[in-house]
């Protein structure tokens, strides 16, 4: 279990020994364990700091050390809370790829994230339980939280200038359609309501054949917060 | 695999985790508590001064015995015996070498119990508080997380704790006997390895099981570690020998009674008598001779290390029934 913000350990050892101590707690072979400690202090970016002693660390690298407490056993279930509270983004990135890579790179491994940063939780995880007041409210994927919540799906193209547009209010699926020119810049700007994603193919292929480059696609979609709040009744407080 | 062979396989597992445990909790306090010399000032140079007071007072009476021994005065031509003349010239000196013996006896029974201190307060301090403190440091729920057996955990605090003060204790041994001249006469060596041993084992065994007792009772605890410092100290004649409260009538024989609960009070009694012999102050102020305390000691680290491990199971049971670890108000 790892939980963010968190000053486990003692500090007066240093940071490679402070986990080697965690990984006795589980059996874990001195030798495989400082080997493991070693590898994660260079993944997680720890490695300048391995003799540090702890009370030495900033929180970041004190959560890195945390981390790689939590991975140095190789468990199969691990528990994180929060753990990248109160991180630089740096940090709190190294810990979302490793983290992300590790439980999708392996078979039979499951990491059990608590967190109120939802972008971090659409990222990271294959589930999302909506807890509130000790209740779960809803459990499925991210996609399908989002799908609960969403009744239209907004598509927004920056294209070369383009003049017959009458084709795309007409097209199945399209619920409605805008557009604004910028004349100066030789672009177009339109904007797609769509009952879901089906006409996005048949809309970029009427652009690109009317030779027309398509300079950005952009799909406005409900977030997980949106989902949360809609569950709730409430933001994050 | 067969069944008999996969529980042989995880009992070696077990036992291996276990021992890793044990290494593993004992390394902070062995490694990690020695990187701070300050330890050589705070820890073995400091408790010399609490030493040095009683010496200097015994020293003092001593001399004052002596100077009644040795002023010549037309009563007494050969000094004061205790309470009568002395008789002859051999007389006189046989009662200046019995203060000087004495003495000796007085000021090494303080240096061996300011040894003991150090051992009494890193059981009070740093085991049987520990767990609540490991709880309030958020270490806790790490180890109970862990697969380790929990006596696993305080095993590896005892034994991390009595290498880490037995070199301050040996550090404050040397130099008391350096600074005050002390002389010790072991005649036993392994009688007197057997009891520091046993006595250590029970000391510590009373310490894990404070330390669930401790994690229980949560702040409370701090002032039951306060209240067990100096009276113990007098209650287990850490700076006098024991035997000599069962002389004092009335409350005399009920503290030293009440103090030989704590194993420190008999295991310094024994290792007092191995390191000057039984027959010092003339055989009066021993509790027990050192074979019978030998035997309490073992029973004592038995019985605690049960109690111990029955606390740790309670302590279990009841975060498991009510997700706590903590009774009453805390």
Known sequence: MVSGGETSGYGLLTARENIWMFSQFYGVPSKVSKGRIDELMHIFGLWDKRNAKVRMLSTGQRQKMNMIRGFVTDPDILFLDEPTLGLDVNAARVIREYVTNWVRGQKGKTVLLTTHYMAEADQMCDRIAIIDKGKILACDTPENLKRMIRTETTFRLEVDAIRDLTTFSTMQGVKNFSHKDDIAKNRSFLTFILEDEGPVAEILSTITLQGKKVHSLQKSEPTLEDVFISMVGRGFE | MSEAKARRSDLRYRIGLNLRAVKGRSYPRIVG??????????????PLLGIAAYVFVYQFFGGQALAAITTKTTAAPWGMCGHDPCA????????????????????????????????????????????????EIGNLQLYMMAPMNRMALLGGMAVGGMVMTSMRAISTLVAGVLVFGVIFQVASPLMLLAVFFATLIALYGLGMM????????????????????????????????LGGLLRIPGWGPAIAIAGSFIPASLGLDALRQLTLGSTAFGSNFWIFDVTTELEILVGMAVLFLILARYCLAYLETLAKREGKLTSRHQ
């Open chain 2, 33 to 46: 508590a020695n990187r701070e010399p300050s330890w050589i000032f705070f820890e073995a140079f400091l």
């Open chain 2, 88 to 135: 002859n010239a051999a007389a006189q000196a046989a009662a200046a070498a019995a203060v000087g013996a004495n003495t000796n006896a007085l000021v090494a029974s303080v240096v061996l119990g300011g040894t003991m201190v150090a051992f009494w307060l890193n059981v009070l301090w740093s085991m049987a508080s520990q767990l609540y403190w490991e709880k």
């Open chain 2, 210 to 241: 404070f330390a669930s007792l401790y994690l229980l009772w949560g702040r409370e605890a701090w002032n039951l570690s306060a209240l067990m410092e100096e009276p113990i100290f007098f209650s287990s004649g850490f700076y006098f020998p």
